[in-house]
């Protein structure tokens, strides 16, 4: 039993660098209270005490903050950072060294009696606020990004995020895809301002509306210059005069918004 104890504090020191000694750790951490409460309710749970089991389980959700069932299955070196509005459910079955922030659910999506909370394999880390939801596996070292809504299996090492939760390509390989999106940044810095907001893995329809009408008008542009091209082969000056710039006040004030809003977006993160 002090053996876990002793991995359990040194799994702190490892994966929390605010950590500066072990008494602020034994005295300072929910998540570890927790854990550590939760182990003697889910002995009592598979003794079939259930009810001093929920007692004990209650008692550690009014210390804490987290709510872990007595029935879920946790693995060694577990870390529950923050900790705080963290519920884990009574068929969850968590690895070693997982890792849950804040506001953590691992939760279930039906009524059935049987499985229907996840399971966590090795080393899974999973972001502040994520919901993870139904009897599905996340595979070892995968990591749920903050705020994200998963309800379908993720494979091993891979990254979900978004809303539904989606799989992020560890290594994409230069695509269409990719120049398209290389073609959208150009065209939103020729018009004087920066893109934020339309990357690819952003789910709003307004940043696929703005991204499609970057894509037509590059088009029109390269189209544009074709044709000035030849004109100028034929001797032409019709496209000698340059294009008024695009700028001012108006994408200034615009290119202002859309930096405050990811910075407000970069402080959702754990500092």
């Known amino acids: ?37 939760h182990r003697v309710s889910h002995a009592l749970w598979v003794r079939r005490a259930f009810l001093l089991a929920r007692m004990l389980s209650h008692f550690a959700r009014w210390l804490t903050g987290i709510e872990i ?22 068929t969850t079955e968590i690895g070693n060294d997982v890792t849950l ?16 909370h996840p399971t966590l394999e090795d080393g899974v880390v999973v972001g502040a606020g ?8 996340v595979g070892a070292g995968a990591k749920i990004g903050s ?18 939760g989606r799989i992020i390509p560890k290594d994409p390989e230069p695509s269409a895809e990719c120049e398209q999106q290389a073609n959208r940044q150009a065209m939103a810095e020729k018009l004087g ?14 940043a696929r ?33 340059e294009l008024p710039a695009l700028g001012g006040e108006d994408f200034d004030l615009l290119k202002d918004d859309e930096t405050d809003v990811a910075a407000t977006d970069a402080t959702t993160e754990k500092p």
């Open 147 to 164: 705020n994200a809504v998963v309800t379908k299996a993720v494979p091993a090492g891979a990254t979900a995020v978004g809303i539904p």
């Open 193 to 206: 301002f920066d893109a934020y907001g339309v990357s690819r893995d952003m789910p709003d329809p307004v």
């Open 101 to 116: 922030y804040q506001g953590v659910t691992l939760g279930g999506t039906s009524w059935d009696q049987g499985k229907r």
């Open 130 to 137: 994520a919901k993870v939801l139904g009897p599905f596996t």
């Open 1 to 37: 039993m002090f053996d876990r104890m002793k991995e359990d504090i040194a799994s702190v020191f490892h994966r929390d660098p605010a950590a500066r000694n072990t008494l602020e750790v034994l005295t300072c951490y929910p998540g570890l209270h927790a854990v550590w409460l």
């Open 69 to 90: 069932h007595p029935g879920a299955k946790i693995g060694r070196r577990f870390f529950i950072d923050h900790g705080f509005g963290v519920v884990i459910g009574e």
């Open 209 to 241: 509306a703005i991204g499609q009408m970057l894509d037509h008008m590059h088009a029109v542009d390269s189209r544009l210059e074709g044709m000035c091209k030849a004109l100028s082969e034929l001797g032409s000056d019709y496209c000698a005069k």
